[in-house]
């Protein structure tokens, strides 16, 4: 049962570019969206996260906007340099569970020089 | 400071075999989750612990179990293995289950099931 779809699978940009990627979920009760990075044998990194009672929220060059009714959410990339080339996953996860996180299916970045 | 650490990073089985994977949390955190990432998939959750209780479970089957020990460090067992149980498990670490606690990954534990 997939609960976070995300899309793109893979995505190429250009160094300076903007990187979007989205996420849909389906569960109305989750309430807490992070975002990780993960690079090649290395586990997963929170990059930022969201609550649903903000609709942007924004650390350095990277946003997320969010839209509770559409029951979506995105993250953007502002000036991808090389050094973002890594997959990113989108997550969710509802207070009553705990920590628990339910990822997507994970974009492949790579930011072209 | 260490991260979480996990041993080993990789793990060579045949079918029908066990393997316990080990897992230490960040220092003064008490919260360790397990999660299975198959590739190029997302990870999956298999289970949290706090304060040495299972505090959920993922939709796994029965051959996979953990624990957690007194100094908050846990392993993850999955008896009879198969050949879909080769992936990456990662453990996470936080200081209490709960909302936006951030829980932060080890590098995994690469498994091979041949």
């Known amino acids: 049962q997939q609960q976070v779809k995300q899309s793109p699978q893979s995505l190429i940009v250009q160094k300076g570019g903007i990187s979007i990627i989205n996420c849909a979920y389906e569960?109305?009760?989750?309430?807490?969206f992070p975002w990780y990075q993960q690079f090649p044998g290395k586990g997963p990194a929170l990059l930022i996260a969201?609550?649903?009672?903000?609709s942007e929220k924004k650390e350095g060059r990277f946003t997320i906007s969010f839209n509770k009714s559409a029951k979506q959410f995105s993250l953007h990339i502002m000036d991808s340099q090389p050094g973002d080339s890594a997959t990113y996953f989108c997550?969710?996860?509802?207070?009553?569970?705990?920590?628990?996180?339910?990822f997507g299916e994970g974009t492949q970045l790579t930011v072209n020089p | 400071d260490a991260g979480v650490t996990q041993s080993p990073t990789h793990l060579i089985k045949t079918r029908g075999q066990h393997v316990t994977l080990r897992c230490s949390p960040i220092?003064?955190?008490?919260?360790v989750s397990w999660y299975q990432q198959v590739l190029g998939q997302g990870p999956q959750f298999i289970f949290q612990?706090?304060?040495?209780?299972?505090?959920g479970r993922g939709n796994f089957p029965d051959r996979f179990s953990a624990r957690q020990f007194p100094n908050y460090s846990s392993e993850l067992n999955v008896n009879a293995l198969l050949l879909g149980d080769s992936a990456l498990y990662l453990c996470?670490?936080?200081?209490?289950?709960?909302?936006?606690?951030?829980?932060?990954f080890g590098p995994g534990t690469r498994l091979l099931v041949l």
């Open positions: 996470a670490s936080s200081g209490r289950p709960g909302l936006q606690e951030t829980q932060y």
């Open positions: 569960n109305t009760a989750f309430d807490y």
């Open positions: 969201i609550r649903p009672d903000v």
């Open positions: 997550a969710a996860s509802m207070g009553a569970s705990g920590s628990r996180l339910t």
């Open positions: 220092s003064g955190h008490k919260s």
């Open positions: 612990y706090y304060e040495k209780e299972e505090r």
